[in-house]
């Protein structure tokens, strides 16, 4: 699996997806990741702290990058990166 998330799979292109709390203060942030296959790895890094992230994946089976945060999911479109992040949100 680590070599699926290899460096050398990714464009460095990204995508900044996020849930405003008020018209200009983001409220979390996830960030979708180029592939070079143009698809879009979403990734969640914006814990408020390690006992928040410990209540949400200490009980599941997780992908985690100290750079990208918790693996979400693999998608095509900007719209579906929106979708997936506003469904785990």
Do not use: C
């Not at 070599?3 to 409220?27: A, C, M, Q, R, S």
């Not at 942030?29 to 990734?43: C, G, K, P, Q, Y």
């Not at 693996?71 to 479109?77: C, I, W």
């Amino acid at each position: 699996m680590n070599n699926f998330f290899n460096d050398e799979n990714y464009t460095g292109n990204h995508l900044h997806v996020d849930i405003w709390k008020y018209e200009f203060t983001p409220y979390i942030e996830a960030i979708a990741w180029v592939r070079n296959d143009s698809s879009m790895d979403l990734f969640f890094n914006d814990f408020a702290d390690d006992k928040e992230f410990k209540a949400l994946f200490s009980d599941k089976e997780y992908y985690y990058n100290e750079l990208m945060g918790v693996f979400l999911g693999n998608v095509k479109t900007n719209q579906e990166v929106y979708e997936m992040f506003r469904n785990w949100v």
